[in-house]
């Protein structure tokens, strides 16, 4: 979602390096589509278990889920129906997994119970039955559910196996947003320390007005490091005697100017222009 976006940020780069990547950076807009037309928005930890097609993806699934409401429907009309019936008040249709659809009587009212409730499960204060009518409705329920889950599961193969195929799309798009994600936090840094573009010569000098080491003017107070100039070159300037006193700044110096040649060279990688 967030790559159009950042696509669209690149189209005004001037950069070839940017402009390259602009070109390379697929949305992938089939894919996101895909995704967004099949998956449900908070899909279920297991693929296994259903839940994760989104309606109106595969009509097939849709008509069994549809199936399976409707006999949910049923069975809470069911409840009230016998309780009616039967005159038991406090008549209970549950389910558990292991045993199914039960209706549930209990003790006190078990003298009302009709000779077609089949007993199913005793339990301490009561007894569970099943009826014909509501064996049918469990068949159809459990068997729609089974359908469901066996038909959402063999279609997020099927979506899976599309996305294996453009594994290699997926692939550059990845490392192009890693790329943007340096270059941006390159510039970032820049940005909040004030660090000028280099000028990349092929001359062999080197000629740094204002240098400043980028770590140790971390770890000081703000404002107090103070800045070095240094002019280097093939000629008359091969060399530079760096003297001064214990603690004076010469290994932060030299370093310094090591520091920012490489960031110059990050540059020169990048070859931003
Ligand atoms: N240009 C500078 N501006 C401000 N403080 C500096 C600068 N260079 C060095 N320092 C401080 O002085 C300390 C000693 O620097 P260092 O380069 O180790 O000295 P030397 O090698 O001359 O003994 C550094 O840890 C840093 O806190
Ligand atoms: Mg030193």
Known sequence: MHIPS?????????SKLLKDLYEKLDELKDIVKLIDDAIVEDPPISVKDGGLIKRGYNTEIDTYKEASTEGKNWIVALEAKERENTGIKNLKVGYTKVFG??????????NQVPDRFVRKQTLTNGERFITEELKKMEEKI???EEKVVNLEY???????????KNIARLQLTASVVAS???LASLATVAEDNNYVCPEITTDGMIDIKDG???VVEKMIESGSFVQNDIYLDKEESRVAIITGPNMAGKSTFMRQVAIITLMAQIRKLCSCN
């Open 6 to 14: 950042l696509k669209e940020n690149l189209s005004f780069a001037n």
């Open 142 to 144: 459990l068997g729609a």
């Open 212 to 214: 400043r080491h980028p």
């Open 101 to 110: 659809y039960y209706i549930e009587v209990t003790k006190s009212f078990l």
């Open 154 to 164: 063999l279609e997020f193969t099927k979506i899976r196996d599309e996305i294996t």
């Open 180 to 182: 943007i994600d340096v």
